[in-house]
């Protein structure tokens, strides 16, 4: 009766088991067809194609700008001024007037001399007549001679010494914040101001290390404002001069550029940055936006089509260049005219399902950034 007892004890226990096993089965399977009924992950990004390009790749320096005219205004005498022709920070023509200092007594004395001359002349004229009547000898008409050409010199002595004293601007440009008055008294070899030309080109100084490539004449660079970057809107200057030696301490070749500069962006004396080419390098360039990053490095999306034709994400990394705006330079691992996630990129991963809300046309092409 026991082993009876035991074995319908047993054959109960086993079919609840069943019954329970089959009925969690049942929902596993329920929970499955459920699950299955909701669509594949995916999404949606924008697309392009990876375009091939040539990229001059740059170092910068710091070069400093040259006025072509610059020039400090000095006078060679002393003397009273006697008249001002410029403010401030004016911009003169070519023979303006600076600065007249008092000719009173050069001019008293030029008159002198003139007469003197003219007396001189005369009595030259009257000898030579004496002499042509043979009334006198040669020395006496030498004598005459010396005369007038000691007056000549007198004249042309005091007429440079009043034109110097008369300062005027050697060429157009800007004065500097100097300022004088009617009256005062200026010594002899003063600097009165500084004079920049108003050139529309101007030169651009800058050194390069001698371990760079080295440059030549004729050399494109591009040229910008200190704080700014390299963009659209920086200056194309040409290579016009090198120095003919590398400096010893610093080991920098010097060299000189020219920029149209009619736009009076730079100023003489300013610093500014300037961007030498030193290799030309083969890439391929993407949207930045296309870059997605991690602990593992740099990758972009590759797009490709599984056996329904339905696009799958498809990681690949690669090296990264230059940012050129709104572009990335890949150096390597993506090829050019690749079919790319651009824009949503950073919500993909391997093999997700994807769909391309704007797909570029595949039109390759050769550029330079």
């Known amino acids: 009766m026991k082993i009876k007892r035991w074995l319908a004890a047993i054959i109960l226990i086993l079919v609840v088991i069943s019954g329970l096993g089959f009925a969690k089965f049942s929902q596993i399977q329920a929970m499955i067809a459920f699950a299955e009924s909701f669509p594949e992950p995916s999404a949606s990004v924008k697309s392009t194609y990876a375009q091939p390009t040539q990229h001059i790749k740059t170092v910068k320096v ?26 401030p920070g004016d911009i003169v023509e ?48 030498d004598k ?39 009256g005062q008294l200026l010594d002899v070899n003063s600097q009165i101001t500084t004079l920049v030309g108003l050139n529309d080109n101007i030169w651009i100084d800058f050194a390069v290390p001698q371990t760079l490539p080295r440059l030549a004449i004729g050399d494109a660079l591009s040229v910008a404002p200190v704080k ?5 809107t920086t200056l194309t200057a040409e290579l016009i001069a ?15 550029a020219i920029v149209n500069n009619q736009n009076k962006q730079l100023h003489h004396n300013q610093m500014v ?19 997605t990053r991690s602990h593992f490095g740099d990758f972009v999306y590759k797009l490709e089509k599984d056996d329904k034709q339905n696009w799958r994400a498809k990681p690949i990394k690669v090296e990264l260049g ?34 391309t809300t704007e797909t570029a046309e595949n039109t390759t092409h050769t550029g330079g950034l």
């Not at 090198?242 to 000189?256: E, G, H, K, L, W």
């Open 322 to 355: 230059d940012k050129i705006q709104d572009q990335q330079l890949i150096l390597s691992g993506l090829n050019a005219g690749e079919f790319i996630a651009s824009e949503g990129a950073f919500k993909l991963k391997e093999n997700l399902l994807v769909y």
């Open 144 to 182: 005459a001679l010396a005369n007038v050409n000691v007056a000549n010199a007198e004249v042309a002595n005091l007429t440079s010494v009043i034109n110097k004293k008369t300062i005027k601007a050697p060429f157009a440009g800007r004065v500097g914040l100097t300022q004088y008055q009617v």
């Open 242 to 256: 090198i120095a003919p030696n590398i400096d010893v301490t610093s080991r920098q070749q010097s060299y000189r």
């Open 273 to 291: 940055s300037v961007f030498v080419p030193i290799e030309v390098i083969d890439a391929v360039a993407v949207p930045t936006n296309a870059i």
């Open 94 to 141: 070519k023979d303006q007037l600076l600065i007249k200092l008092d000719t009173s007594i050069e001019e008293a004395n030029l008159s002198a001399a003139k007469a003197r001359l003219t007396l001189a002349e005369s009595t030259l004229s009257r000898v030579e007549k004496l002499l042509s009547q043979k009334r006198i000898s040669q020395d006496e008409v």
């Open 62 to 87: 710091i070069g400093q700008v040259q006025a072509p005219n610059t020039l400090t205004v000095s006078n060679e005498y002393a003397g009273n001024i006697t008249k001002v022709g410029f403010k």
């Open 228 to 232: 700014q970057q390299k963009s659209d």
